[in-house]
Antibody, heavy 119, light 106 residues
Framework: EVQLVESGGGLVQPGRSLRLSCAAS????????MHWVRQAPGKGLEWVSH????????GYVASVKGRFTISRDNAKNSLYLQMNSLRPEDTALYYC????????????WGQGTQVTVSS | DIQMTQSPSSLSASVGDRVTITCQAS??????LSWYQQKPGKAPKLLIY???NLEKGVPSRFSGSGSGTDFSFTISSLQPEDIATYYC????????FGPGTKVEIK
């Protein structure tokens, strides 16, 4: 059974940093791209970032480029999102999502970790 | 970036009704489109991928069609458990989601 378990969320002041983690199990982690998707309170889904199976390529939504860094440790079956210079508009539930081997839909989602940016 | 639009933003229908949601991409995305269902307090669930393929385990009353820029999603006979928000998503390029359609029972 595929499981994606996020952690690391919390309440943080504007301008500070936070690191999210996602522990993956139930599939061959290093075969697949991985993504972070967020959802602000009462709003829709927003794709945040992706990383290819070997970490060789990454992508970001424009609003987080230069502030967020996605990474992975295939030996630990783990995905990370380093979030720096956080802003109130980054407040959201952050989902860890399994991608595919090429252009692919998002077939498995974690339950999310809440990030709240407020003074 | 590829922009996705959806209509309607919300709808109310009776149990047993046929419900259709449309999704339009700002440029040609071939068939790289998926549909997700999100119930309150839950993570989204993949229903349809590659525009018209039903994900394993998803009831056959759900279907999708289209290619290029225009797509549709249909629930052939609305059930009470289908109350949710539905999102389209393109994955031809950096992924983007539509704004969602909230489906309610009349």
């Amino acid at each position: 059974e595929v499981q994606l378990v996020e952690s690391g969320g919390g309440l943080v002041q504007p301008g500070r940093s936070l690191r999210l983690s996602c522990a993956a199990s139930g599939f061959t982690f290093d075969d697949y791209a991985m993504h972070w998707v967020r959802q602000a309170p009462g709003k829709g889904l927003e794709w945040v970032s992706h990383i290819t199976w070997n970490g060789g390529s990454t992508g970001y939504v424009a609003s987080v480029k230069g502030r967020f860094t996605i990474s992975r440790d295939n030996a630990k079956n783990s995905l990370y999102l380093q979030m720096n210079s956080l802003r109130p508009e980054d407040t959201a539930l952050y989902y860890c999502v399994k991608g595919g081997q090429q252009l692919a839909p998002f077939d498995y989602w974690g339950q999310g970790t809440q990030v709240t940016v407020s003074s | 970036d590829i922009q996705m639009t959806q209509s309607p933003s919300s709808l109310s229908a009776s149990v047993g009704d046929r419900v259709t949601i449309t999704c339009q991409a700002s440029q040609d995305i071939d068939n790289y489109l998926s549909w997700y269902q999100q119930k309150p307090g839950k993570a989204p669930k993949l229903l349809i991928y590659d525009a018209s393929n039903l994900e394993k385990g998803v009831p056959s009353r759900f279907s999708g069609s289209g290619s290029g820029t225009d797509f549709s999603f249909t629930i052939s006979s609305l059930q009470p458990e289908d109350i949710a928000t539905y999102y389209c998503q393109q994955y031809d390029n950096l992924p983007t989601f539509g704004p969602g359609t909230k489906v309610e029972i009349k």
